[in-house]
């Protein structure tokens, strides 16, 4: 039994590391983006959580900088980087 188990850890972990870390990388950015702590991430574990998720993703970015940055393509709107 213990050694089934071990031979399966092996593909999540690297399922995990492959596909995991860069999706909660760029979840965190999103929320960041909507002026949010990455901490709200943790609401998915509630029932209805991963809905409020959604929500938050489809929400627009606020206006300007907020406290985690400039807001992204910023510097593409503003000229600094000039199409090709």
Same mark, same amino acid.
């Given at each position: 039994? %213990?050694?089934?188990?071990?031979?399966?850890? *092996?593909?999540? $972990?690297?399922? /995990? #590391?492959?596909? +995991?870390?860069p999706? !909660?990388?760029?979840?965190?950015?999103? %929320?960041?983006?909507?002026?949010?702590?990455? *901490?709200?991430? $943790?609401?998915? /574990? #509630?029932?209805? +959580?991963?809905?409020? !998720?959604?929500?938050?993703?489809?929400?627009p970015?606020?206006?300007?900088?907020?406290?985690?940055?400039?807001?992204?393509?910023?510097?593409y709107?503003?000229g600094?980087?000039?199409?090709?």
């Open positions: 039994m %213990l050694i089934a188990l071990a031979q399966t850890a *092996w593909p999540l $972990l690297g399922w /995990f #590391l492959l596909v +995991g870390v999706m !909660l990388s760029a979840s965190v950015r999103r %929320l960041h983006d909507t002026n949010r702590r990455g *901490w709200w991430m $943790l609401i998915g /574990f #509630l029932p209805f +959580g991963g809905f409020v !998720l959604l929500v938050f993703y489809c929400l970015s606020g206006p300007g900088p907020n406290r985690f940055g400039p807001q992204p393509g910023v510097w709107r503003e600094f980087i000039r199409p090709a």
